[in-house]
């Protein structure tokens, strides 16, 4: 069973950056994956804002588009979200996962708090 292990949020002021991390603990199911980082605001659905395919392939939510930036690491069984141009409504719970739908391939990790606030 993969465990997915996010890191890297914290408290940001609006325009600022942060970079979450994102480990996989399996990485020859890893490797094979489309990947994606979604998130989810208090009160609100979880939504799917970036995904990369294993030929590194990128696609964005109109909402990220140009100020986030999804990357991978196979030899690291890693994912990345460079987060630019942080703004109040980017305030979520960040979680990655093998997107199917909006829904995750394997169990969803513990998620990490990113709270973009002055």
């Known amino acids: 069973q993969v465990q997915l292990v996010e890191s890297g949020g914290g408290l940001v002021q609006p325009g600022g950056s942060l970079t979450l991390s994102c480990a996989a603990s399996s990485g020859s199911v890893f490797s094979i994956n489309t990947m994606g980082w979604f998130r989810q605001a208090p009160g609100k659905q979880r939504e799917l804002v970036a995904t990369?395919?294993?030929?590194?392939?990128?696609n964005y939510a109109d909402s990220v588009k140009g100020r986030f930036t999804i990357s991978r690491d196979n030899t690291k069984n890693t994912v990345y979200l460079q987060m630019n141009s942080l703004k109040p409504e980017d305030t979520a719970v960040y979680y990655c996962n093998a997107p199917q739908g909006n829904q995750g391939g394997f169990p969803w990790g513990q998620g990490t708090q990113v709270t973009v606030s002055s």
């Open positions: 990369i395919t294993r030929g590194a392939n990128k």
